[in-house]
């Protein structure tokens, strides 16, 4: 942290909480803790000229609420039985974020619920008979738990056209398959949710100031740190142009958390590392194709492949014009956030974390060979995979647009070998004053839990203080649904009736 010799230090403001990046971690956190203590000073710092621009832009993600009621790799079969705990973690999660969304709803902060959240039914779509097998065991076991209670199984190629006609015309007869349904599922503008959050935060007195990157970060012996904050609308080489002292920063930078974080000096990210992955959607607005695929349709992952190459075939609805997705083709990009740099991979390389990165790169070869192999998909071979959704598809209608990157974890396991991971940690410093979060799915869907755990680590003497107003914003606090399954059907019932979604099926109207 310097400023040119000769030239006059730039001004220090003083603020009790920065937020660093403008996605929706930081707008969740932001008005979490506005809502908790409003007489804290918040500042938020993104590099891009808007916020929503990397991986919380609707473009950039699926949309998906994910809450296990698709996501086949949520519910691996071990010995026999379908290991739920994943599913029901993930959906247990998604009603707190749901929580939390029907409060703002209530409360004015948000606007009309379907500015960021729609009903669209989630399904999972399988092949063979061995699959097919596999899909009615896990609704089976799925349905007996009340967060899970409205999801079907059908092989009925009628039953599955009426859910989603185009997974069923034009399909070979030999072609066995077999869907879930369930029409609790939703899809979410991540980018409207943050934008309508720091647009409350703004308007009460939170100051968010976009193109102004956060470069440096640096401990002071009070424990507070100073913040270097670059124009980045200005060019030219020059030192920061302003500084801000924070007694507490969260590092909401998605991708670059990691490398804001090393340059802070953390040892708590030491051996970390991440594997960035690009991606791209096939996407179309064909008015024959879109008005009759309104659900979001997940399949298993290629043997071998990582489970952020399920394909999926989803209906999107984006600031109010419906559109499909389908994809991810991921492939190789050495950028850890869309907007990035060639130079993030190398540049994040230190002595501590050389091991454990080449470790993933030897153990991953497969992973690395697949991800070349789909950046050298040709057309023809990108329609024979959406046919396996969609039987009649036809490249022509659709455009390729690129997706968000993805920065996957890598950390050394308890052996001392580097892992890849494929969730998202937070890291928070020894003395609580730094919390930044890495990795990348399910993020966005479980925003509002991974604030709740940061709170109460970064934050623990305001705990009892904090109760109440938390307990009002989410009345299952520290309650487990799956445990209660009328406190589970209430609940649905009445965040489904706030944000107008498909409110669940009752244990007693079960067949
Ligand atoms: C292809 C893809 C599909 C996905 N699908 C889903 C899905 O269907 N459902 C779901 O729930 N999640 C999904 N995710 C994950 C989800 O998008 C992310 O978890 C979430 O958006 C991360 O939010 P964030 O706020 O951490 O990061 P971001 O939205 O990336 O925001 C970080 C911000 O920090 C800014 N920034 C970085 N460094 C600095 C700095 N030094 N100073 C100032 N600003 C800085 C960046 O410009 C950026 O705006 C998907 C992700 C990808 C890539």
Redesign the pocket.
């Known amino acids: 942290m310097s400023s040119k010799p000769g030239t006059k230090p730039p001004a220090t403001y003083e603020c009790d909480v920065a937020l660093?990046?403008?996605?929706?971690?930081?707008a969740t956190f932001g008005m979490m803790l506005h809502h908790l203590q409003p007489d804290w000073t918040i500042h938020g710092?993104?590099?891009?000229p808007k916020?929503?621009?990397?991986?919380?832009?609707p473009w950039?993600?699926?949309?998906?609420?994910?809450s296990g009621l698709c996501e086949l790799n949520y519910t691996p079969l071990r010995d026999g039985v379908i290991d739920t705990s994943k599913a029901v973690k993930t959906n247990e999660d998604f009603q707190v974020s749901r929580q939390l969304w029907s409060y703002f709803v209530e409360n004015g902060v948000l606007g009309h619920p379907d500015t960021f959240i729609n009903k669209s039914a989630h399904m999972s779509l399988v092949h063979g008979r061995d699959d097919i097998e596999f899909l009615r065991k896990r609704q089976e076991t799925l349905r007996t738990l009340p967060t899970f209670s409205s999801m079907e199984f059908s092989e009925d190629r009628d039953q599955i056209a009426e859910w989603a006609p185009l997974l069923v015309e034009g399909r070979d007869l030999n072609d066995e398959i077999a869907v879930t349904w369930d029409p609790e599922g939703t899809d979410?503008n991540?980018g409207s949710l943050t934008r309508q959050f720091f647009n409350y935060l703004s308007y009460h007195g939170v100051k968010v100031e976009t193109s102004?990157?956060?470069?440096d970060m640096t401990q002071n012996p009070d424990g507070s740190w100073t913040l270097d904050i670059h124009d980045t609308g200005r060019r030219g080489e020059r030192g920061p142009d302003k500084r801000i002292r924070a007694k507490f920063v969260f590092v909401?930078?998605?991708?670059?958390a990691l490398k804001?974080m090393q340059r802070a000096g953390l040892p708590e990210v030491d051996g970390y590392g991440l594997f960035p992955v690009s991606?791209k959607w096939l996407y179309t607005t064909d008015p024959t194709i879109v008005p009759r695929h309104t659900v979001k349709v997940y399949a298993k992952p290629p043997v071998g492949a990582p489970p952020m190459s399920n394909p999926h075939m989803d209906a999107r609805l984006i600031n109010g014009a419906r559109s499909v997705l389908f994809g991810?083709y991921a492939g190789m990009n050495p950028k850890f956030?869309k907007?990035g740099s060639v130079l993030d991979l190398p540049m994040s390389i230190r002595p501590h974390n050389i091991k454990p990165m080449l470790d993933v790169a030897v153990d991953n070869l497969d992973l690395v060979k697949m991800l070349a192999g789909m950046v050298l998909e040709t057309k023809p071979m990108q329609e024979n995979d959406l046919r396996d959704f969609y039987p009649l598809a036809d490249i022509a209608d659709w455009r390729i647009l690129h997706?968000?990157?993805?920065a996957q974890i890598i950390k050394p396991d308890k052996t001392d070998r580097g892992k890849l991971e494929f969730g998202?940690e937070i890291i928070t410093s020894r003395d609580g004053s730094v919390a930044g979060?890495l990795g990348?799915?399910?993020?966005?869907?479980t925003a509002v839990p991974i604030m709740l755990e940061l709170l109460k680590t970064c934050f623990p003497s305001k705990a009892d203080e904090w109760r109440p107003k938390l307990q009002e914003v989410i009345p299952t606090l520290g309650k487990t649904l799956t445990d209660d399954p009328d406190l589970a059907f209430e609940t649905l019932t009445r965040t489904a009736k706030v944000l107008d979604l498909e409110p669940p099926t009752h244990a007693n109207e079960k067949a």
């Not at 950039?60 to 994910?66: E, L």
């Not at 909401?252 to 670059?256: I, T």
């Not at 990348?440 to 869907?445: D, E, I, K, M, N």
């Open positions: 660093v990046g403008g996605g929706i971690l930081s710092y993104e590099r891009l916020v929503a621009k990397e991986s919380s832009n950039n993600n699926a949309g998906t609420g994910h979410v991540f102004r990157e956060v470069t909401g930078a998605g991708g670059w804001l991606g991810p956030l907007n997706a968000g990157q993805r998202t979060v990348a799915s399910p993020g966005a869907s």
